[in-house]
């Protein structure tokens, strides 16, 4: 995480733009002191995609009673 001082960021545009290119997150300090975090419109790294369950549920057998009746059971169960 890279941290810029304020006058250097208003020196230079350019310094604060590719800070946030390489390291994703700016701290902002002032007389040394951090105030600001500045983070990228559009994140830099994109989201894993979350793998697909459907091998899993074709591998898994039918309920004989359905999902819905054995919640309802266990709530009434609770009272």
Same mark, same amino acid.
Do not use: C, W
């Given at each position: 995480?890279? !941290?810029? #001082?304020?006058?250097?960021?208003? &020196? $230079?545009? #350019?310094?604060?733009? !590719?800070?946030?290119?390489?390291?994703?997150?700016?701290?902002? !300090? =002032? =007389? #040394? *002191?951090?105030?600001?975090?500045?983070?990228?419109?559009?994140? $830099?790294?994109?989201?894993?995609?979350?793998? $697909?369950? &459907?091998?899993?549920?074709? *591998?898994?057998?039918?309920?004989? !009673?359905? $999902?819905?009746?054995?919640?309802?059971?266990?709530?009434? &169960?609770? #009272?």
């Amino acid at each position: 995480m890279k !941290t810029l #001082g304020v006058r250097e960021m208003r &020196a $230079s545009y #350019g310094a604060l733009e !590719t800070a946030l290119k390489e390291e994703g997150e700016v701290i902002l !300090t =002032h =007389h #040394g *002191k951090p105030f600001a975090r500045v983070l990228p419109i559009e994140a $830099s790294v994109t989201p894993k995609q979350m793998p $697909s369950n &459907a091998e899993l549920r074709a *591998k898994m057998k039918p309920l004989k !009673t359905p $999902s819905a009746v054995l919640i309802r059971e266990d709530r009434d &169960a609770r #009272g």
